[in-house]
């Protein structure tokens, strides 16, 4: 059964651009989150998507979004981006939603603003 | 808000020892805890969860406890490994629906 995939693994942007990265759940799974972390704030949860719906959000700015497809795949959106951007994302999927079950990571997308 | 503390934040042993990380929250209103580990540059694998109303979980030479009421839980290593060298990290999933980490034990086995 293939683990939790993000792509792309690496990224560089410049400051002000936009970023979309990429989440593939377990298959079966219908809940994915998203998570940033950073070596000066650790893990943060960013939100939840379940059957497409955001079900929860942590405390980040409009910039960060997110959606979820009917297969479950999920994007996330970082617009307008700042140097404090640069971080390792990490998604996780669940077969229910994470508040019930446990959850699986994929590798993490890290990305670096300049 | 939910505060969730690790410590020590970092640990060297030698192989062989049995060893206890802690983490302790300061919300006791909680559906579950969950411990993690990451090795460098990595996404976290899950190795435990422990629901609200569970006190322990066991996998393999991994035992977890919780004690919610004082907002604390153990993870026991047996016999460690340097193959258990990583970070380990305890997750809280509070009941306002936001999952909290801690900042993490960075373990090191000695062959």
């Known amino acids: 059964k293939a683990g939790v995939t993000q792509t792309p693994r690496y990224l560089i942007k410049t400051r002000g651009q936009q970023v979309t990265l990429s989440c593939s759940p377990i298959s079966g799974h219908r809940s994915v989150s998203w998570y940033q972390q950073t070596p000066g704030q650790g893990l943060q949860f960013l939100f939840e998507?379940?059957?497409?719906?955001?079900?929860n959000k942590g405390n980040f700015p409009g910039r960060f979004s997110g959606r979820q497809f009917s297969n479950s795949r999920s994007e996330m959106n970082v617009s307008t981006l700042e140097l404090g951007d640069s971080a390792l994302y990490l998604c996780?999927?669940?077969?229910?939603?994470?508040?019930?079950?446990?959850?699986?990571f994929g590798p993490g997308t890290r990305l670096t603003v300049t | 808000k939910q505060e969730v503390t690790q410590i020590p934040a970092a640990l060297s042993v030698p192989e062989g020892e049995n060893l206890v990380l802690n983490c302790s929250f300061t919300?006791?209103?909680?559906?579950?805890l969950q411990w993690f580990r990451q090795d460098p540059g990595k996404g976290l694998t899950s190795l435990l969860l422990?629901?609200?109303?569970?006190r322990e979980q066991t996998s393999g030479r991994l035992n977890a406890s919780l004690d919610k009421s004082s907002g604390r839980s153990t993870l026991y290593i047996a016999a460690s490994q340097p193959g258990d060298s990583a970070t380990y990290l305890c997750?809280?999933?509070?009941?306002?629906?936001?999952?909290?980490f801690g900042a993490g034990t960075r373990l090191t086995v000695k062959p």
């Open positions: 422990i629901q609200s109303s569970q």
């Open positions: 997750a809280v999933n509070g009941e306002d629906n936001d999952m909290r």
């Open positions: 998507y379940f059957s497409e719906t955001q079900r």
């Open positions: 996780a999927s669940s077969r229910d939603s994470w508040g019930d079950d446990e959850q699986y």
């Open positions: 919300d006791s209103a909680i559906y579950n």
